[in-house]
């Protein structure tokens, strides 16, 4: 796990049985609820709850989402979701997050997500946050355009 960000948040939640396949191993896309969950606390955690991004009419959007699946969940298992912010530039984030089994400490699931803040009247993106920029490493300069 990565250990640059001082701010961290951790969520617990059970896996339901709408969140499984007939086979009772969780969705894919059970994991991006997941990781939602845990990105909005977050920003909260940041100093961006969604109340302030509706007041602002500033939003965090997604712009890039990859989840390496190691282990699979099941229903009835109880999971931690621990979240980070791993670094930033100047208009984007790079959100870090680690799904676990408490029981028995597996690694479920591990998530990168590319945020952006996004001033919904324009369209346009909007710079991060100074306090944002003390809370994770840099990200260095790509060839990418998605931010």
Known sequence: ???ASPVRIE???DVMFFDTDCGGVVSNIAYLRFVETARTRLTDALAMPVS???ETGVFAAVARTEIDYR???RLGDRLRVTGWLA???AVRA???FEIVRPADETLIAECRQVVVLVDMATGRPCKLPE???GSGGSIAGTAQSSA
């Open 1 to 3: 796990m990565d250990t």
């Open 11 to 13: 969520i617990e939640t």
């Open 52 to 54: 302030k991004m509706v």
């Open 71 to 73: 282990r699979p969940a």
């Open 87 to 89: 670094g930033t530039a």
């Open 94 to 96: 790079d959100c870090r």
């Open 131 to 133: 306090t944002w920029h």
